[in-house]
């Protein structure tokens, strides 16, 4: 990954792809878009996107990351919907960082047109 790329693994700069959505030019367009965005913006420590991603149901008041977490990557394993022709969808992924990895399954619906995080599952 260069200085200038996507964190999230997609190829191409960070302002054409996720910035777009955490600045709120844009609004990702399936689960999988919004995932992707979700990781970035741990990486980037945007708190902001991610309680604004998360849905009204199951959001925490309050978000803090730990600032000594470094992720190294993201690896989408498989979606299950989650497409501009659905309401709902599940993003299996895992997330490196330094010394270890986060497997988990996600959830995501649609509120108000957004696509929105709902929650997960920790896989092995």
């Known amino acids: 990954m260069t200085a200038r790329s996507c964190p999230c693994g997609l190829p191409g700069a960070y302002g054409d ?27 980037k420590g945007d708190v902001a996107y991610l309680l604004r991603t998360w849905h009204p149901r199951t959001r925490p008041g309050t978000l803090e990351p730990d600032p000594r ?18 309401t709902t969808g599940t993003v299996e992924f895992r997330a490196s960082y330094r010394g270890g990895s986060l497997h988990e399954r996600s959830r995501f619906e649609r509120v108000d047109g957004a696509w929105v995080y709902v929650d997960g599952e920790f896989l092995p």
Not at 26 to 40: G, I, N, Q, V, W
């Open 69 to 86: 977490m470094r992720w190294t990557g993201l690896e989408i394993l498989q979606t299950s919907d989650g497409t501009a022709f659905h």
């Open 17 to 43: 792809c996720c910035g777009r959505y955490h600045s709120g030019t844009a609004a990702a367009p399936t689960a999988e878009a919004l995932m992707r965005s979700r990781y970035c913006a741990f990486v």
